[in-house]
């Protein structure tokens, strides 16, 4: 008779699939405390100590965003970190692995996809409803009853927003260990101008600030994680990421123009050709 495999004494229902070690999240102070609309932050991945390695998509500049000092009834444009990112640059070792204008609109294109459940945890990015925008920006316009839920998200979250450097390289490809790297992988984020992150009626009093900058990952203290990402980077390790470049932009009308006729001067593999229609909006809409 043949004995069953859930009746052998080597069965088990369940598998490990993780491992313990000592984990932490960090938040630093970020060389810079503040930054107006068009300044740029250079950011250093860190490079933190001895067999810590960083856990991937928790890298984040995290600050409060303060609008005072425009008109009162101005709040804070949807998916607001994303509409902050005017161009995204990263290097590593001087060479530029990403450099997209407009990385705004590519992003916010990018989050459209989201689930429900995706878009109600992403409050520190600024998804979320009018009422709340108004509500954590103090607008003096901002509703005052039937935003019980609205104002209990505002007691938690209140000013404070981040910024994911969630580039390819460290969300992809397991933990990153930057002590087994020479050079440093960094990020230039250009900050757009106000118009485009505050909403109000007056555009020529829409202003903004971003106070408290801080730095924030989280780390695993592991030499086995560590010892195994330094044999790999060691022996060659393929980083594979997307490149998104803005191109051009291209105006027409829909009523008059039949066929337009765009120019693609591809200098690397190409691996898709995305068209974004925008229709003509005032900035900040």
């Not at 490990?16 to 250079?42: C, V, W």
């Not at 933990?175 to 007056?202: M, R």
């Amino acid at each position: 008779m043949s004995v069953p495999e859930n009746l052998r004494p080597t069965y088990n229902e369940k598998t490990l699939h993780a491992m313990q070690a000592e984990h932490a999240a960090k938040r630093i102070t970020f060389i810079r405390s503040e930054a107006n609309p068009g300044d740029k932050l250079y950011v250093c991945v860190p490079k933190l100590n001895k067999n810590e390695v960083l856990v991937p998509g928790s890298l984040a500049l995290r600050f409060d965003i303060d609008i005072s000092g425009g008109h009162a009834n101005n709040f804070l444009v949807q998916n607001v970190t994303w509409a902050l990112v005017d161009r995204m640059v990263m290097k590593f070792a001087g060479t530029i692995l990403q450099d997209t204008v407009g990385y705004d609109i590519y992003k916010t294109f990018e989050d459209l996809f989201l689930s429900q459940e995706e878009r109600d945890n992403r409050i520190l990015e600024g998804i979320q409803s009018e009422d709340l925008c108004k509500i954590r920006s103090d607008a003096g316009d901002k509703k005052t009853s039937g935003v019980h839920a609205e104002n209990k998200l505002n007691e938690v979250y209140g000013k404070k927003y981040q910024i994911k450097l969630d580039h390819q390289i460290l969300t992809d490809h397991g933990v990153f260990y930057p002590q087994a790297l020479y050079n440093d992988l960094t990020f230039d984020v250009k900050l757009a101008e106000a118009i485009h992150v505050v909403k109000g009626s007056d555009t020529t009093q829409l202003k903004h600030k971003l106070k408290n900058i801080q730095l924030e990952y989280k780390m695993i203290r592991s030499k086995t994680l560590a010892d195994e990402a330094r044999s790999v980077y060691s022996s060659g390790k393929e980083f594979l990421y997307d490149h998104v470049m803005h191109d051009k932009e291209v105006s027409f009308k829909k009523e008059i123009d039949s066929r337009l006729t765009i120019k693609v001067n591809a200098k690397r593999s190409l691996k898709a050709l995305l068209l974004l229609f925008v229709e003509p909006y005032t900035a900040g809409a």
